[in-house]
Structure formats: structure tokens, C-alpha cells
């Protein structure tokens, strides 16, 4: 079956910092993979995402690549800020996210000044 | 973007008793929603697939009968936990397509169910 897992957090990194969230998954066919973000008291939003491999999604400053050949769909920012703590969910789905999503566990992110 | 709300946010309840939780999109159609429900620190689990006007899909190892889904309408469905026990205290998160089966799925604020 589908799985996604992700680096266990939480994280915590000064202002300015780069940030890598790793993600891999193990899917039997070719997902479309998400990065979704949940700020403290809030429901899941979408950040990006990416449907095909080498597709690059990107928002607010966060990128992340599809890579095939890894299996991976690691998260990036070059310089994170503190409204940048939230929770962060990794996920796939078969379809392009109108079906069922797969979710790693969730990485916390703590940015302090 | 497309809106998705819960209702309640938080509920307390003894054990035995039931509770609904109503998940509703308020701008657009929602011909599928999903539910999950998330564990302290852990991520979120399917547990059922909701299609307007017939029955739900549940996933392997949740009990239909505990935990009835209704989704009368293309706007909303409903969770009923029934005869509650304190492990069924969770975060109960849903969240709903509209239009193309390829579109985003919008995610509910999520219901705090805490059973006493």
C-alpha cells in the first residue's frame, strides 16, 4: 500500500534559517504529492504541491521537487520566519488530491527569534 | 478559496452518549467529503469516504456502526460517534472536493471530541 514517511520533529531554527522537512513515500502507481501546513488552532491548508515527476511545486517561499528517482519530496525555504511554526503534513494521492490522501506523520516547526 | 466548517469545535461528552459532528462546505459543492481523525502528535487517518446520496466507504478497522456518516446533501455530512468511549476522544477533521474528481480537497478547522 501507500506511505508516506517524514522526518519527526519538532524543529526548531532561529530566524533566517534554511529549512529541510524530508519527505519520501512509497506509492504502486504515480502520485501526485502535497505539503500541507496546519497553524496552532487550525484546520489543514494546502502550502504546494506536485502531480508529475521533476514538477517543482512552490508558495510563500517554500519549494519542493518531485523526485522519482528518489522517491522523495523534500520541503525547502531559504529563510524561515516565525509565523512560519506550524505543523507540517507530507501526503500523496493517486488522483491529483480528489481522492483519498496518504499523510506522514507531521513534522512540528518551531522558529524563534 | 473554497471554505469548509465544523461543527462543534470542541465537545465534551460522558461516556455512552452520542455526538454529532456536522462538517459543511459554504461556498461551493462537495460531491465527496472525507473524514479522518488525528491522534496527539500523529498524523491523519481515513476513516471514511462520503458520497452525497449514498453510503460511505470506511476504511479497514473503523466500525461503520460506530461511527455513522450521513451526507444528505452536496454541502453537508455528518459524523455521529455513538455510544462513546473515552478512546474515541480524538480531533475529527474533514474535508470536502467540489466539481472534478481531480480537484483540491478543503480541509475543515476540525472538531475536539473529548469523551468523559
Known amino acids: 500500500g501507500n506511505s508516506v514517511t517524514q522526518m519527526e520533529g519538532p524543529v526548531t531554527l532561529s530566524e533566517e534559517a534554511f529549512l529541510t522537512i524530508n519527505c519520501t513515500y512509497t506509492?504502486?502507481?504515480?502520485?501526485?504529492l502535497f505539503w500541507y501546513v496546519q497553524y496552532p488552532g487550525e484546520g489543514l491548508q494546502l502550502l504546494l504541491k506536485a502531480t508529475k515527476a521533476d514538477d517543482k511545486g512552490s508558495n510563500k517561499g517554500f519549494e519542493a521537487t518531485y523526485r522519482k528517482e528518489t522517491t522523495s519530496f523534500h520541503l525547502e525555504k531559504g529563510s524561515v520566519q516565525v509565523s512560519d511554526s506550524a505543523v507540517y503534513f507530507c501526503a500523496l494521492s493517486e488522483g491529483r488530491g480528489g481522492n483519498k490522501l496518504t499523510f506522514g506523520t507531521g513534522t512540528q516547526l518551531k522558529v524563534e527569534l | 478559496g473554497a471554505v469548509v466548517s465544523q461543527h462543534p469545535s470542541r465537545v465534551i461528552c460522558k461516556s455512552g452518549t452520542s455526538v454529532k459532528i456536522e462538517c459543511r462546505s459554504l461556498?461551493?459543492?462537495?460531491?465527496?467529503m472525507f473524514w479522518y481523525r488525528q491522534f496527539p502528535k500523529q498524523s491523519l487517518m481515513l476513516m471514511a469516504t462520503?458520497?452525497?446520496?449514498?453510503?460511505?466507504?470506511?476504511e479497514q478497522g473503523v466500525e461503520k456502526d460506530k461511527f455513522l456518516i450521513n451526507h444528505a446533501s452536496l454541502t453537508l455530512s455528518t459524523l455521529t460517534v455513538t455510544s462513546a468511549h473515552p478512546e474515541d476522544s480524538s480531533f475529527y477533521i474533514c474535508?470536502?472536493?467540489?466539481?472534478?474528481?481531480?480537484?483540491?480537497?478543503?480541509f475543515g478547522p476540525g472538531t475536539r471530541l473529548t469523551v468523559t
Open positions: 474535508s470536502a472536493v467540489g466539481g472534478a474528481v481531480e480537484s483540491e480537497q478543503y
Open positions: 461556498d461551493f459543492q462537495a460531491t465527496t
Open positions: 506509492a504502486t502507481g504515480y502520485p501526485s
Open positions: 462520503s458520497n452525497e446520496g449514498s453510503k460511505a466507504t470506511y
